[in-house]
């Protein structure tokens, strides 16, 4: 079954993850004892993460 024209992708869902697990990151960082730079680095891993899981479901 096709999707409506102009629907969301499963790409859509995933870079939409990776920017709010980056976002995400980034608050906690800011406004918790975490240092940036860890939150920062493990938001990173995170969405690394969601783009290979996102793109090995693909095959």
């Known amino acids: 079954m096709d999707a409506p ?3 969301p992708t ?3 869902y995933v870079l ?3 920017g709010l697990s980056l ?3 980034g608050a906690v960082g ?3 004892a975490v240092p ?3 939150a920062s680095s493990v938001a990173s891993v995170v ?3 969601m783009l290979l899981v996102g793109t090995v ?3």
């Open 5 to 7: 024209r102009g629907a």
């Open 30 to 32: 800011l406004a918790s």
């Open 23 to 25: 976002v995400c990151g």
């Open 47 to 49: 969405a690394a993460a």
């Open 36 to 38: 940036l730079a860890v």
């Open 57 to 59: 479901g693909q095959f």
């Open 10 to 12: 499963q790409y859509d």
């Open 16 to 18: 939409g993850g990776m």
